[in-house]
Nanobody, 122 residues
Framework: QVQLMESGGGLVQPGGSLRLSCAASGSIYSVNAMGWYRQAPGKQRELVAVITSGGVTNLADSVKGRFTISRDNAKNTVNLQLNNLKPEDTAVYYC????????????????WGQGTQVTVSS
């Protein structure tokens, strides 16, 4: 079984920074893309940033220039650096791993973390 464990959320003032981390554990053979999504109260979950196993990144327009996504393929971890945070960034942030192939399997599955709260407020 694959598990995603997130850390790094919290309360920060506008203009502040946070770093979110996510580690995938289990008998993992390979992971395709890893990314971060967020869901604010009363809104749909939305893509924040994604990074492929080859290092290609895609960020939502609303976070470009402020957030950075990075990944360590050997450790199956993905990080999200959040700078210049705004109140509208307040949400639960979820880590996702796409097409995770476990040892002995012939196809991959997608997995989600449990979410970590980011609150931007003065």
């Amino acid at each position: 079984q694959v598990q995603l464990m997130e850390s790094g959320g919290g309360l920060v003032q506008p203009g502040g920074s946070l770093r979110l981390s996510c580690a995938a554990s289990g008998s993992i053979y390979s992971v395709n893309a890893m990314g971060w999504y967020r869901q604010a109260p009363g809104k749909q979950r939305e893509l924040v940033a994604v990074i492929t196993s080859g290092g290609v990144t895609n960020l939502a327009d609303s976070v470009k220039g402020r957030f950075t996504i990075s990944r360590d393929n050997a450790k199956n971890t993905v990080n999200l650096q959040l700078n210049n945070l705004k109140p509208e960034d307040t949400a639960v942030y979820y880590c996702k791993a796409d097409r995770v192939v476990v040892q002995g399997a012939w196809r991959g599955s997608d997995y989600w973390g449990q979410g970590t709260q980011v609150t931007v407020s003065s």
